[in-house]
Every structure is written in C-alpha cells, then in structure tokens.
C-alpha cells in the first residue's frame, strides 16, 4: 500500500501562511534537522498520576487540554536567536478561533522533554537535547524559576522523569568524552545530585518508568556507526541499577532513539540516526514488541517503512483502539505520519504533513495533536478514531518547532 498523497491542500497552506506568528521583526524558524532529532515521547513516562489533593493550582477546566513544546525565535533583521517555551490552550484556541499562547522567551536553549511534576501541577522540567539546559518552570507565573545542570564532564540528552513519590528527578546524561550512559537522580526540591546509576549503554535519550516504578527502560542511541556501541533498550532496576534486559537491534543502521510503553507493556521504539550516518539515510522506521511477544523492526509495506527516512521522531499511543502514532519530518516527500496497531505489529494508516514534529492526544482522547511546518509551524488535530483529517480541519499557527509536543491538564488563564 502506497502511502496518501498530502492531506493538507493548497487552502489549507494558505491559511496557515495566513496566521503566521510575525511580531516586531520576530519570526518563527524552521525546524532544523538538530530540532528534530531523537524523542513527546508523546506523554512524560512516569507511572505516578498527580495527586489532585497536593496540586498548588488547579487551573482552568480543559476539554482537549494545554499543548507545551520547546521553540525558536529569530529576529530577521538581526539575525538573533531566541529559545522559548510554548504553552497553549487548545480548548480556549478552537473557542476563540485565535491561538492562546503564552511565551517564555530567553530561557537559553531549545526544550526537548517536558516533565510533569506530580506534586504540583504548574511546575514541569525541561531538558535540552546534547547540552547543559536544564530548568524547572512556573506555568502559572510564566516563567523559569530554576536552572539545573548536568553533572561535570556530561550533558543532559533531553528526557527525564519524576520518581512515583515525586521526591526525585531522574535524566538522562552522557559522558561528552566517552559516551558512556547514566541515569543521574537528583532531590526534587533543590535539584542536587543524590545518587546515580548506568544506563547499561552509550548516549542514553529516552525513558520510561514501569512497574510502579521499580523499572526504567532506555534508549541507548549506542556510539559511532564505525566501531561504537550497540544501540539498545535496557530495562532497569531502579534501586540497584542492575540490567534487567537488554534489547539490541537488528541492523547497525538503527538508533534507538524515542521509546513509548502501554500500561499493559508493549513496547514502541523509534529509529533515529546513527553517529556517522548521513540524517537523509537513516533508517527511520519503527519497532514494535507486544507484551510477551517478539521485538520486530516494521519493514511492511515497504512503500511506507522506504518513506519513514532520517528518523522517527515522536510517538504517542492510542489505547482506545491499540494504535501507535509516528512522526517523520523528513518522510517521503515533505514529511509523514504513519499509525500502527502495537499489539498485531500491523500497518494501519498513514498521512502526509508537512515535516510533522510532535504528537500526542487531547485529554479526552478524541484528538491526535500534530506539530508541524517548515516555514509556518503549526498544530493539527487529526481524529484519533479515524486518523484522518476532518472536512474542516482545526488547524492553527504556534511556536512549535521544537521535537515534541506535550499536553497538560492545566491552565492558568491568559
């Protein structure tokens, strides 16, 4: 099965040309092969739901909830390049037919993971993909309240989690030497470091815990293509930092870049490019393992896996109907969404976009939220049921050129 040919016609461009988010010099810049490298994760993974009893603010009611994503400003007359972070009220964007964004500009590098704080609703951390950004922020107040950094000698590769407790932050890091991987725990409430443990690979990226959080797994990116290590999933002890299982690849083409788990633990693994290998070349395709089942690399209908190039960038699940999203910003032609059923490791859809970024699902589960654009970035809700674009799309300008897209169950109001 060929994959469709574009969703959005030339109508739809023109609107989103249309509501391009230009103000006194500022544009929005496209996204660079950097900004889409490996991650979403469509949801922050820990297994802990918030306790609605210790959130310091409840916020507005959402319906479809707040989109939160990383960004990048330019100035075109100067040239400079500013980083923001994006939170936006989707339902208060449809209501009002105007985007209802709030920016924090300036906070000095491009977010990549977004974390929830179990404890306190209008607090996330964000982590900079290959580099020293780390802070905590303030939604309720807009702004960044606190900056963390790597231990000495690493960076931080973007994603993290909260323990089930909320009482500790977990990141990845990496030592910019050696590659090698570890999981570094820091107190939730200062931000030291107390302890940390290996990821069992080289250039760990993602995680998730499970199992109540007695579990982590990770990617492990692995190290250069001539003579590095072998990428890998690891499953964790979260207590003793022992290996649990190690999951290798296939094909040394394969990095394992972005991973997603269901409640029930199937797995979803996306491929993003290897140390050393052209971006245009990379196998970005995706690899499935139902719960006590087989880890496979999807290779069927080839007329889609052969479109999947450079990398497959974010994931998000649909447990309603066992469907794995996928994004490739450098899909064939111009970018492409493939969906697939995680339990029978079956093709089911896919859709063309223009290089889609982040996905995730509105808080009531009727909507896959897409970023996307080159040019003009922008956001589109694809039905979750049908995976298609309604007749008249909900589509809308924002900054978010960033990797991932996330959705909160709060807002503070403009």
Known sequence: MKPKKPAINRARRQFLQSTALV?????????APEDAGPRITAEP??????????????????????????????????NEER??????????????????????????????????????????????????????????????????????????????????????????EYDEQTYIGKMTVRDAEDFSVVGEFPTHGEWPHDCQFIDEGKTVAVTNGGGNIEGGAIPNVSYIEVSTGELIEKIEFNSELINAGHLIISPNGDLGVGHAMREGLDTREA???????????????????????SAMKGETLSLCLNTANRTIAATNPYGSPNGIVTFWNYETQKYVSSLELEQPRGVAMTLDGSYWIITFGKDTPGVVLVSAETNKLGDEPIMFAASSQGSHVYVHDYWAGA
């Open 23 to 31: 103000a006194g010099g500022i544009i929005l810049a496209s996204c």
């Open 45 to 78: 993974k820990p297994d802990a739901k918030p306790d609605e009893n210790k959130k310091a603010e409840s916020g507005e009611k959402l319906t479809y909830g707040a989109l939160m994503c990383g960004g990048r400003l330019i100035n075109t007359e100067t």
């Open 83 to 172: 980083f923001v972070f994006t939170q936006l009220s989707i339902d208060q964007t449809i209501k009002d037919k105007g985007a209802k964004q709030k920016l924090i500009t300036d906070i000095g590098f491009l977010a990549h993971g977004v974390i929830k704080n179990p404890n306190a609703n209008h607090k996330i951390l964000v982590f900079e993909k290959k580099g020293e950004g780390g802070a905590e922020i303030d939604l309720k107040d807009n702004k960044l309240t606190t900056r963390i950094k790597p231990s000495k000698g690493c960076a931080f590769y973007g994603h993290g989690a909260y323990s089930v407790d909320g009482k500790l932050v977990y990141a990845t």
């Open 283 to 305: 196998m970005g395709a995706l690899s499935l393992r139902p719960k006590d089942g087989k880890f496979k690399t999807m290779v069927t209908p080839a007329a889609v896996t």
